[in-house]
């Protein structure tokens, strides 16, 4: 059975300072829920965070990794680095790393791996832009994204991914997709996966959905049947919005 998971992707912001604070926040309202809740905030505070829900049942995720063991990159952070402080889940191939730090799916199927080898689960995000869903383009640049840097894993570490596809044009922008966008590409994502592998690795993948998910549209999306969470940025800096979002999965 896949997992529900509602996860905040707090991007660069929030201080050590109001870190703690809307941690303590959410600690204190987190709602009775199946699903896995996961956070992640910036690196510098991403061991307090650690420290700070040592009893909680929210866990804290990386927004970002590098694929290299370790070595001259100046900036980056390593998968060793990440567990040796207790974090065991990335975000890779968000779309800000795609478009402002040009991460290409090349660069993104290495992180993958690296990753998946280290033993990290991965958060992988993909989504077509735009002109793409204009243009009737969007299930061929979803299906490349996929393919280029998935595909050639094997089956059993499918197991350890986590799929969030994020219409660029929904992000940040307060525009969704609609539930019946999001079902219908969620559906299609499955279908793809399914050709690839077969239908335990497509039944059991979860697959979030990210892109101004707010409390008010939250319940209507998650009740899709292929939607199985979300990714949230904006709404998971505010606790009240967040818990929101989670009694709604
Ligand atoms: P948003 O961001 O909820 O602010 O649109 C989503 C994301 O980037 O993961």
Same mark, same amino acid.
């Given at each position: 059975m896949r997992s529900k998971i509602v996860a905040g992707n707090w991007k660069m912001n929030k201080t050590l300072e109001q870190t703690e604070t809307l941690l303590l926040e959410l600690s204190a309202k987190l709602p009775d829920t199946n699903a896995e809740v996961m956070v992640a905030p910036t690196y510098v505070n991403l061991v307090g965070a650690v420290q700070s829900l040592e009893s909680s049942m929210i866990e804290v995720i990386a927004q970002n990794m590098h694929f290299a063991e370790s070595g001259a990159y100046t900036g980056e952070i390593s998968a060793d680095m990440l567990l040796n402080i207790g974090v065991d889940t990335a975000i890779i191939g968000h779309s800000e790393r795609r478009a402002y730090?040009?991460?290409?799916d090349e660069i993104l199927s290495k992180k993958v791996v690296a990753a998946l080898n280290k033993g990290i689960r991965v958060m992988f995000c993909f989504g077509e832009e735009l002109q793409d869903r204009q243009s009737g383009n969007h299930f061929k640049i979803v299906e490349s994204q996929l393919k280029n840097a998935l595909f050639s894993l094997e089956a059993s570490a499918w197991s350890k991914i986590i799929l969030a596809y994020e219409p660029v044009w929904a992000i940040g922008t307060g525009e969704t997709a609609s539930p019946e966008q999001a079902q219908e590409m969620h559906a299609f994502i499955r279908k793809t996966i399914g050709e690839a592998y077969d239908s335990a690795v497509s039944t059991n993948v979860s697959i979030l959905y990210g892109g101004s998910v707010k409390p008010g549209n939250a319940e209507e999306i998650f009740s899709?049947? +292929?939607? +199985?969470g979300g990714l949230i940025g904006g709404a998971s800096l505010v606790a009240d919005d967040f818990v929101a979002i989670i009694k709604a999965i």
């Open positions: 730090f040009g991460e290409t899709k049947p +292929d939607v +199985d």
